[in-house]
């Protein structure tokens, strides 16, 4: 099974509205972070928001916040007030515990493709 | 620098030769991480180093990837006899605390191969 599925096609939003981007992972390791990176045309990887499962509270980063929902297995992205810029790829990925000192990569998700039209 | 760094930032060879990826990353991050990325897709983990711990090659998708890295600095990516399926953007990234679940992964701008 994937462990972290992103299965929206190109997603469009007009300028200043909210957009919804969904993911949802499979692990059955307690302890796991899930994050979100936007990748512009640039190619760099920014870092947006993370959520830990332990986490009682959705995360918040300004525009960004993070719907979690545990018994689901979903870490949806919401992006308020879209901007222009917002326009790139994003991903979700998830970094299990596993064990200390093992590794902890971060597995991605295939990504979504977000317009943001003025 | 502030970020990690990677170069060179495009890399054009032929099919048959070898290549080597460079990657510094930030100061003080003791894990790096290398992931491949072909055009549209998703990131796909390489290899991961850890102190003086061995590194995990699992992700390594055949025997003409090695990569190296001194101490807890510098890491070189190498592709020997490079083929076209090779073309892709390879990121290095690095985190703070490796086997932290709370970290995330800082990455660099990528080095963009294209095998002709």
């Known amino acids: 099974a994937q462990k972290i599925t992103q299965t929206q096609p190109g997603m469009f939003v007009q300028e200043k509205e909210a957009v919804t981007l969904d993911c949802t992972y499979d692990t059955s390791d307690p302890s796991y972070g899930l994050f979100w990176y936007k990748q512009p045309s640039s190619g760099e990887m920014i870092f947006l928001i993370y959520?830990?499962?332990?986490?009682?509270q959705n995360a918040t980063e300004g525009r960004y916040s993070l719907n979690f929902q545990k018994a689901r297995k979903s870490a949806n992205l919401v992006i308020s007030a879209s901007q222009l810029g917002d326009s790139a790829m994003y991903f979700c990925?998830?970094?299990?515990?596993?064990?200390?000192?093992?590794?902890?990569?971060?597995?991605f998700g295939k990504g979504i493709t977000l317009s943001v039209r003025p | 620098g502030a970020g990690v760094s990677q170069s060179p930032s495009n890399k054009v060879t032929e099919k048959g030769k070898d290549v080597e990826l460079r990657c510094d990353p930030i100061?003080?991050?003791?894990?790096l991480y290398w992931y491949r990325q072909r055009l549209g897709q998703g990131l796909e983990f390489l290899i991961y180093?850890?102190?003086?711990?061995?590194?995990?090659k699992s992700g390594l998708p055949s025997d003409r990837f090695s990569a190296e890295r001194t101490g807890e600095s510098v890491s070189t990516l190498t592709i020997q006899r490079t083929q076209q399926e090779d073309s892709a953007v390879y990121l290095c990234a690095s985190s703070s605390r490796q086997s932290s679940y709370n970290s995330p992964l800082h990455f660099g701008n990528g080095t963009r191969l294209t095998v002709t």
């Open positions: 100061s003080g991050h003791t894990a």
């Open positions: 959520q830990g499962s332990y986490d009682q």
């Open positions: 180093f850890q102190g003086n711990s061995a590194p995990d």
């Open positions: 990925a998830m970094r299990e515990l596993i064990r200390p000192g093992a590794n902890s990569k971060l597995t």
